[in-house]
């Protein structure tokens, strides 16, 4: 029996709320479209502050991954600029790297 890769997703109307809270004009509309590149950003973001988080406890000889290396790691991934991660979370994501090496 062939098993189906499974991957986490975003609801739409949690990605509409969240954009929603930051719009100016409670009348601004999103597209379809826009709530889909929004939540492969969000997922993207998510990966990377995972990544970030294991190594972290890897470099504290750490076999589990707490919110305290989360925490270490989220003022880097705050400051690293968004173009890096994004990239980088999406050569990794299309196989690209292997993230053990990276």
């Given at each position: 029996?062939?098993?189906?890769?499974?991957?986490?997703?975003?609801?739409?109307?949690?990605?509409?709320?969240?954009?929603?809270?930051?719009?100016?004009?409670?009348?601004?509309?999103?597209?379809?479209?826009?709530?889909?590149?929004?939540?492969?950003?969000?997922?993207?973001?998510?990966?990377?502050?995972?990544?970030?988080?294991?190594?972290?406890?890897?470099?504290?000889?750490?076999?589990?991954?707490?919110?305290?290396h989360?925490?270490?790691?989220?003022p880097?991934?705050?400051?690293?600029?968004?173009?890096?991660?994004?990239?980088?979370?999406?050569?990794?994501?299309?196989?690209?790297?292997?993230?053990?090496?990276?």
């Amino acid at each position: 029996m062939e098993e189906k890769a499974t991957s986490a997703t975003f609801k739409k109307e949690t990605v509409q709320r969240l954009m929603s809270l930051h719009f100016k004009d409670e009348k601004t509309k999103v597209s379809n479209d826009a709530l889909i590149l929004i939540s492969e950003l969000l997922k993207l973001f998510i990966m990377e502050a995972a990544a970030r988080s294991a190594k972290q406890a890897k470099t504290e000889e750490n076999e589990l991954v707490s919110i305290d290396h989360f925490e270490k790691i989220l003022p880097q991934l705050y400051l690293t600029p968004s173009y890096t991660f994004i990239v980088r979370a999406s050569l990794i994501y299309d196989g690209v790297f292997d993230q053990k090496k990276i």
